[in-house]
C-alpha cells in the first residue's frame, strides 16, 4: 500500500543542510499497525509529513495505493491526500466554531459525496467512536480524550487507507491514551492502516511493527527492548 524505496529528505536553512531522513526502503501493507520511536529531533515528524504528502521528499520515490506521488500536482496531490490519509494529531486539532457534526463533516466536503451521503458517514463515525448521541455538542464541551475521539471520527469518515497519527494520547491522561489506543486497533482490525508516532514504548509495543528512527537513519525493530537498550 505504501512503498518508500531511497526516500531522503535534506533541508536547508540559512546555507545550513540537514540530512533529515538518510535514504531509506519501507514498505507498509493495507492493515498494518507501525509504530514509529526515536528521541526528539530524530526526523519523525519529517517522516509523517512526508508519508501524509505534506511535505516533499528531496530524493527516491513514494508509492501511495500504486500511485508515484512525487509527479503529482498540487491540486491532484490534495484530492488524493484527503481520499487516501486520515490524520490525527497530539493537540486534536478541531475547530472550535464548528459542532462535532461539521467537524467530522469537514474532510468530507471536498470530496464527491452526496448530502446524505456524508450524513450516513458522520454518524457511522461518531457511532464508531461512541459520541453520535453528542453530535451537536461543541469541542469545548468534551473532554479531551473525547475531543480525540472526534479527531479520530473525521479521520475515518472518508474511508482512508491509512491513517496518519502524530503522538495521538501525548495530551491524554494513561486511561484515556489506552481508550484512545483500544479504538485505534479496532479501526486497524476493520483494514485501515495505521503509522503512529509514540514516545510510549508501551503503546508502540501494540502495533504488529516497530520503526526506530535515530538521527534521521530508519531500523525496524524485532523487538522493543532494542529500542530501550
Ligand atoms: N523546515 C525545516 N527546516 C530546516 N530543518 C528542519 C525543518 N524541519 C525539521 N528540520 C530538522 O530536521 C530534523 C528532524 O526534525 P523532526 O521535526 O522531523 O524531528 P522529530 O523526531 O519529529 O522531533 P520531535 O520529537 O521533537 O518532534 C531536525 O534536525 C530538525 O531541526
Do not use: C, W
Given at each position: 500500500?505504501?512503498?518508500?524505496?531511497?526516500?531522503?529528505k535534506?533541508?536547508?536553512?540559512?546555507r545550513?543542510?540537514t540530512?533529515?531522513?538518510?535514504?531509506?526502503d519501507?514498505q507498509?501493507?493495507?492493515?498494518?499497525?507501525?509504530?514509529?520511536i526515536?528521541?526528539?529531533g530524530?526526523?519523525?515528524?519529517?517522516?509523517?509529513?512526508?508519508?501524509?504528502?505534506?511535505?516533499?521528499?528531496?530524493?527516491?520515490?513514494y508509492?501511495?495505493?500504486g500511485q508515484?506521488?512525487?509527479?503529482?500536482?498540487?491540486k491532484?496531490?490534495?484530492a488524493?491526500?484527503?481520499?487516501?490519509?486520515?490524520?490525527?494529531?497530539q493537540s486534536?486539532?478541531?475547530?472550535?466554531?464548528?459542532?462535532?457534526?461539521?467537524?467530522?463533516?469537514?474532510?468530507?466536503?471536498?470530496?464527491?459525496?452526496t448530502?446524505?451521503?456524508?450524513?450516513?458517514?458522520?454518524?457511522?463515525?461518531?457511532?464508531?467512536?461512541?459520541?453520535?448521541?453528542?453530535?451537536?455538542h461543541?469541542p469545548?464541551q468534551?473532554?479531551?480524550?473525547?475531543?480525540q475521539?472526534?479527531a479520530?471520527?473525521?479521520?475515518?469518515a472518508?474511508?482512508?487507507?491509512?491513517?496518519?497519527?502524530?503522538?495521538p494520547?501525548g495530551?491524554?491522561?494513561s486511561?484515556?491514551?489506552?481508550g484512545i489506543?483500544?479504538?485505534?486497533?479496532?479501526?486497524?482490525?476493520?483494514?485501515?492502516s495505521i503509522?503512529?508516532?509514540?514516545?510510549?514504548?508501551?503503546?508502540a509495543?501494540?502495533a504488529?511493527?516497530?520503526?526506530?528512527?535515530?538521527?534521521?537513519?530508519?531500523?525496524?525493530l524485532k523487538?522493543?527492548?532494542?529500542?530501550?537498550?
Open positions: 500500500m505504501l512503498i518508500m524505496k531511497n526516500l531522503a535534506v533541508f536547508y536553512a540559512d545550513i543542510k540530512q533529515a531522513l538518510h535514504p531509506f519501507l507498509v501493507e493495507q492493515g498494518e499497525f507501525v509504530s514509529i526515536g528521541s526528539s530524530s526526523g519523525k515528524t519529517t517522516f509523517l509529513n512526508i508519508a501524509g504528502l505534506l511535505e516533499e521528499h528531496s530524493e527516491g520515490v508509492l501511495l495505493g508515484d506521488v512525487t509527479t503529482m500536482k498540487d491532484q496531490k490534495s488524493f491526500r484527503n481520499e487516501k490519509i486520515g490524520f490525527v494529531f486534536f486539532n478541531l475547530i472550535p466554531e464548528l459542532n462535532l457534526y461539521d467537524n467530522v463533516d469537514m474532510p468530507l466536503r471536498y470530496r464527491k459525496f448530502a446524505a451521503e456524508r450524513d450516513k458517514r458522520i454518524m457511522q463515525a461518531l457511532e464508531q467512536v461512541g459520541l453520535a448521541g453528542r453530535k451537536h461543541y469545548n468534551l473532554s479531551g480524550g473525547q475531543q475521539r472526534v479520530i471520527a473525521r479521520a475515518i472518508g474511508s482512508p487507507a491509512m491513517i496518519l497519527a502524530d503522538e494520547t495530551n491524554l491522561d486511561k484515556m491514551a489506552q489506543m483500544t479504538l485505534l486497533k479496532d479501526i486497524n482490525a476493520q483494514g485501515t503509522i503512529m508516532v509514540t514516545h510510549d514504548n508501551e503503546q509495543a501494540q504488529n511493527r516497530i520503526i526506530q528512527i535515530k538521527d534521521g537513519h530508519l531500523s525496524e523487538t522493543l527492548e532494542k529500542a530501550i537498550a
